[in-house]
């Protein structure tokens, strides 16, 4: 399941390199049979971003248009991301993570830690003892 997860994140980051061929003049050329949005700006874009940490609730607010997905991206960017759960995971294998990157504004976007990254640290440093969380990071 990780293996799949990490195939379609490269095929998300490679969309971007795409638009890094393009002179701003061939966007333009196209841009404006895309609508109101793009499949960067869409609310099922936006939701991954939200599930894979990237949180800006901001954001929500650019499909206030359309009710459901509005109502939907506001319930998401106040969940738990996959990272979050990555930290609650080291937290529960023992790791000191701090109280206020496990209990926070989810909507927020995350602030880095001394202590999660000497948690990484370690995890990195001893595959041998942890290859699941380092398979995991």
């Known amino acids: 399941m990780l293996s799949r ?4 994140q490269e ?3 490679s969309s971007w390199h795409i638009l890094a061929t393009m002179t701003p003049t061939d966007y333009a050329n196209f841009r404006p049979h895309l609508g109101q949005s793009s499949g960067f700006q869409s609310h099922q ?5 939200f599930l894979l940490g990237n949180k800006n609730s901001k954001l929500v607010d650019l499909h206030a248009d359309n009710p459901a997905h509005f109502e939907h991206l506001q319930k998401i960017v106040q969940q738990p991301s996959i990272y979050d759960a990555c930290l609650k995971l080291l937290s529960d294998r ?3 993570i701090p109280s206020s ?3 926070r504004n989810w909507s ?12 990484w640290t370690t995890i990195y440093k001893d595959t041998d003892t942890h290859w699941e969380l380092y398979e995991l990071a």
Do not use: C, D, M, T
Request: glycine content about 4%.
């Open 11 to 13: 095929q998300l980051i």
């Open 45 to 49: 874009y936006r939701e991954l971003e």
């Open 94 to 96: 023992g790791f000191n």
């Open 101 to 103: 990157h496990l209990q």
């Open 5 to 8: 997860i990490v195939r379609i």
């Open 108 to 119: 927020q976007a995350y602030s880095p830690s001394i202590e999660v990254e000497k948690a």
